[in-house]
């Protein structure tokens, strides 16, 4: 089994400023990681993932996100952020070995002000 | 249309009501998911099916009845329900349950409001 633990419930931050959400991760086998973004009134939409390869990922609207696993963290980044930005953001983390389907953190809720 | 859809996107319904959430996914997918999303706690995973048969079930109260005629449609039939259901229920789907990997795609969700 594994766990999500999403350190920030909010994260206020002004526009063109750089974030970081923060997630930690607790499993017993290998794992795919992933970030998923909610805007308001809408379903989750796939940010970015990690399934192996290079620790550094890439996704949409100029995020990334870096796979730490010794210190078992998966850190979502941007270095400039926009308005549009604001919403609540979800680490989820699935067991390779398992049923692949994903458990979700609590989330995050990021608000970029002007 | 496109993607997954479900309808209502809003619903106000009473304890002794019975309505449906309907889901319908337009990406020849597998499998297809029920999920409860609740103000500031984790997305809880209701129910699974791949390929129209149920996979799994999280201890959903039976005042949950899902059903999945086809790979395309997945329903959540609700009777009896008590306030503290009131959640944005999201129907997702992926390619497949299993395999190296499997993306969700996820529907704008149902916003469920029980007096």
């Known amino acids: 089994a594994q766990s999500v633990t999403q350190l920030d419930s909010q994260v206020p931050v002004f526009e063109e400023a750089p974030v970081e959400l923060r997630c930690n991760y607790s499993s017993s086998v290998s794992v795919y990681l992933f970030w998923y973004v909610q805007y308001p009134n809408q379903g989750l939409q796939l940010l970015l993932k990690?399934?192996?390869?290079?620790?550094l990922v890439k996704g949409i609207n100029g995020f990334e996100a870096e796979f730490n696993k010794s210190q078992t963290s998966f850190h979502l980044r941007k270095p400039s952020v926009h308005i549009s930005d604001t919403a609540e953001y979800f680490c989820a983390v699935s067991d390779r070995g398992g049923s692949y389907i994903p458990t979700f953190g609590r989330g995050t809720s990021l608000i970029v002000h002007p | 249309e496109t993607g997954v859809t479900q309808t209502p996107r809003h619903l106000v319904m009473g304890m002794t009501n019975k309505k449906s959430l309907k889901c319908e996914q337009h990406l020849g997918h597998n499998a297809m998911y029920w999920y409860k999303q609740s103000a500031k706690k984790p997305l809880e995973l209701m129910f699974v099916y791949s390929l129209e048969e149920r996979v799994e079930n999280n201890s959903v109260p039976s005042r949950f009845s899902p059903e999945c005629p086809n790979s395309s449609h997945l329903f959540l039939h609700l009777h009896t329900l008590q306030p503290e259901d009131s959640a944005l229920y999201l129907c997702?789907?992926?390619?497949?349950?299993?395999?190296?990997?499997?993306?969700?795609?996820f529907g704008p969700g149902t916003r469920l409001t029980v007096l």
């Open positions: 990690y399934l192996s390869g290079s620790t």
């Open positions: 997702a789907s992926s390619q497949d349950r299993s395999g190296a990997y499997n993306e969700q795609f």
